[in-house]
């Protein structure tokens, strides 16, 4: 199976913040890494797909890159509603792994 | 709009087995790929497996292989996954998830991320 290895694994910031989180693959994933936002007792929320593509509807201060083993979600200007915990997952080789999770949380 | 509605909380003793369902509307449900994936209280996501509800076919992690499986019934665009033989650690909300798009052959599974999710399922084990 596939390790994804996010980091940091939890991070305090603060409204307006610029907060980059990064995921690993333990092999080459070529650019099926996506990226989902959880608020407490709610499903993930697709934010990010194929390593770099904004989901409809998700605003322009996400953006995501990347390819390979190495990718990074940016959130531009952190917004108060942003407050959550963020997990990557690979869909180039089944299981389709996720990350263990960043926890974002108000500074 | 599309939606997919999951049944309601289980309770069950060890040994038992559950079965989730999740009714999909808004969309043509042949169309794409269902996943399974559940979250235990706390922990981070767990990726289950798919179902393609046109026919049928299955891919299952190897972790639950021989104790889950995932069905369809078209006529009322309703995916399940049954969970068997369970154990106190299987106690977690489950979730249904549909893949927006992706590639599927008998060698590959590539998907495009999941963008509508059920409500999630909480099953508890506990005798």
């Known amino acids: 199976d596939i390790q994804m290895t996010q980091s940091p694994s939890s991070l305090s910031a603060s409204v307006g913040d610029r907060v980059t989180i990064t995921c690993r693959a333990s092999?080459?994933?070529?650019?099926?890494l996506n990226w989902y936002q959880q608020k407490p007792g709610k499903a993930p929320k697709l934010l990010i797909y194929a390593a770099s593509s904004l989901q409809s509807g998700v605003p322009s201060r996400f953006s995501g890159s990347g390819s390979g083993t190495d990718f990074t979600l940016t959130i531009s200007s952190l917004q108060p509603e942003d407050f959550a915990t963020y997990y990557c997952?690979?869909?180039?080789?089944?299981?389709?792994?996720f990350g263990q999770g960043t926890n974002l949380e108000i500074k | 709009q599309v939606q997919l509605v999951q049944s309601g909380a289980e309770v069950k003793k060890p040994g038992a087995s559950v079965k989730v369902s999740c009714k999909a509307s808004g969309y043509t449900f042949t169309g794409y790929y269902m996943y399974w994936v559940r979250q235990a209280p706390g922990q981070g996501l767990e990726w289950m497996g798919w179902?393609?509800?046109?026919?049928?076919?299955?891919n299952y992690a190897q972790k639950f292989q021989g104790r889950v499986t995932m069905t369809r019934d078209t006529s009322i665009s309703t995916a399940y996954m049954e969970l068997s033989r369970l154990r106190s650690d299987d106690t977690a909300v489950y979730y249904c998830?549909?893949?927006?798009?992706?590639?599927?052959?008998?060698?590959?599974?590539?998907?495009?991320?999941?963008?509508?999710w059920g409500q999630g399922t909480l099953v508890t084990v506990s005798s």
């Open positions: 179902i393609n509800p046109n026919s049928g076919g299955t």
């Open positions: 997952q690979q869909s180039y080789s089944t299981p389709h792994t």
């Open positions: 998830a549909r893949d927006q798009g992706g590639r599927y052959s008998g060698s590959y599974s590539l998907s495009e991320g999941f963008d509508y």
């Open positions: 092999q080459s994933i070529s650019r099926y």
